[in-house]
């Protein structure tokens, strides 16, 4: 079910240095690659694409990616799930075969919302050259899981970008005025996106991605005590194989969400909670959800401690094969309904 990054992600690479005619003495060319390098690390900026403002691919017009390209990067008839290396935080895109786009979280932007976390600048850095590559010009939903910069800090960015239409913004409901959620909101009602909230008294709540998929907001709770217990719980089925997105959800949302549902949480693959917090991957919650396949998206710079031994432990324990942004960077997920295939790739 999985295997190596084929070299069908090479063409959203950065050129190599063989690539790049070689014009500067070695002594200068060397100090600009150190303080770049220096840069980027204070910064812990993963840059994997093309800026979205960069030179067009030869016979391609800036801006504009030919329909040729559409679909080119996975194949017919498969479900794609891309959680991106946004270092700290979450950013995952998710198209059909039909070809519904819907991106959840978006990764850090250019100012967090809190002074442990580093900024990414996500959604111009990685999110947007990459919708720009695979051809993406509507997003059919977006959904921020819940109010934490490292998961929506970037997301005006995206919604807000002039080539990129939004049908549907889902938001956790939950009251947060930071510089971030203010500028998500604002570009929504600029924009005149529509946007929703989940209610605890109306779920599930069935999302719109066609007759192939089914997708449902299971959990979500505007009132939670705490941001991170909000978080917007969403399972994608597409045939045989399902997946479960969590946010932030720590063991009081998954205590609620387990009681609610028990063993409808069962999925394949698993967005581990909370970046692999101890407060999170709780055994009530994993017993339910038993995944094969579990992913966690975390940066490796983070002084948070996470992933944490215990949660680890807690998914080796049930026989999940873990995946981690930190040490193999954008993790691909592809399935076409009756098995799936996992490809991490340093892009």
């Known amino acids: 079910m999985s295997g190596p990054a084929e070299d069908k992600f090479s063409k959203y690479r950065r050129a190599t240095?063989?690539?790049?005619?070689?014009?500067?003495?070695?002594?200068?060319?060397?100090?600009?690659?150190?303080?770049?390098?220096?840069?980027?690390?204070?910064?812990?900026?993963?840059?994997?694409?093309?800026?979205?403002?960069?030179?067009?691919?030869?016979?391609?017009?800036?801006?504009?990616?030919?329909?040729?390209?559409?679909?080119?990067?996975k194949r017919p008839g498969e479900l794609a799930v891309v959680y991106f290396d946004v270092g700290?935080?979450?950013?995952?895109?998710?198209?059909?075969?039909?070809?519904?786009?819907?991106?959840?979280?978006?990764?850090?932007?250019?100012?967090?919302?809190?002074?442990?976390?580093?900024?990414?600048?996500?959604?111009?850095?990685?999110?947007?050259?990459?919708?720009?590559?695979?051809?993406?010009?509507?997003?059919?939903?977006?959904?921020?899981?819940?109010?934490?910069?490292?998961?929506?800090?970037?997301?005006?960015?995206?919604i807000?970008?002039?080539?990129?239409?939004?049908?549907?913004?889902?938001?956790?409901?939950f009251i947060y005025s930071t510089v971030s959620n203010k500028k998500l909101l604002k570009t929504a009602e600029r924009r005149k996106i529509p946007v929703f909230a989940p209610q605890p008294g109306q779920l599930p709540h069935k999302l719109d991605l066609g007759p192939e998929i089914s997708a449902y907001v299971l959990c979500g709770?505007?009132?939670?005590?705490?941001?991170?217990?909000?978080?917007?719980?969403?399972?994608?089925?597409?045939?045989?194989?399902?997946?479960?997105?969590?946010?932030?959800?720590?063991?009081?949302?998954?205590?609620?969400?387990?009681?609610?549902?028990?063993?409808?949480?069962?999925?394949?693959?698993?967005?581990?909670?909370?970046?692999?917090?101890?407060?999170?991957?709780t055994p009530v919650f994993l017993n339910q959800v038993r995944p094969e396949a579990a992913v966690i998206s975390v940066g490796s710079y983070n002084t948070f401690g996470h992933p944490h031994a215990a949660p680890l432990e807690r998914l080796e324990k049930i026989g999940a094969k873990i995946y981690r942004t930190d040490e193999q960077g954008t993790i691909f997920v592809f399935s076409d309904g009756k098995s799936y295939r996992v490809e991490p790739s340093r892009l």
């Not at 959840?104 to 002074?115: A, L, N, Q, Y």
């Not at 002039?162 to 049908?167: L, P, Q, S």
């Not at 978080?231 to 009681?259: H, M, N, P, Q, W």
Request: aromatic share 8%; charged share 20%.
């Open 88 to 158: 700290q935080g979450d950013g995952i895109f998710i198209q059909t075969p039909n070809g519904k786009n819907v991106l959840i979280d978006s990764g850090e932007g250019k100012t967090p919302d809190s002074r442990y976390l580093k900024m990414i600048d996500a959604g111009s850095r990685i999110i947007l050259p990459f919708l720009q590559q695979i051809g993406v010009r509507h997003l059919d939903i977006v959904m921020a899981s819940h109010p934490h910069s490292d998961h929506m800090g970037s997301m005006y960015e995206v």
């Open 160 to 173: 807000g970008d002039r080539h990129i239409t939004v049908g549907q913004l889902w938001i956790s409901g």
């Open 17 to 73: 240095s063989e690539d790049r005619p070689v014009t500067w003495p070695g002594w200068a060319a060397a100090g600009v690659l150190l303080v770049l390098a220096v840069a980027a690390w204070m910064h812990a900026i993963p840059v994997y694409f093309p800026s979205v403002a960069g030179p067009a691919p030869a016979g391609h017009t800036a801006g504009m990616p030919s329909a040729t390209r559409v679909g080119t990067w």
């Open 221 to 281: 709770d505007p009132n939670a005590e705490d941001a991170n217990n909000s978080s917007i719980v969403l399972k994608l089925i597409y045939g045989r194989v399902s997946f479960l997105f969590t946010g932030d959800a720590e063991k009081d949302a998954e205590k609620t969400c387990a009681l609610r549902w028990g063993q409808t949480l069962k999925s394949d693959i698993l967005k581990v909670g909370h970046h692999g917090s101890k407060t999170s991957s």
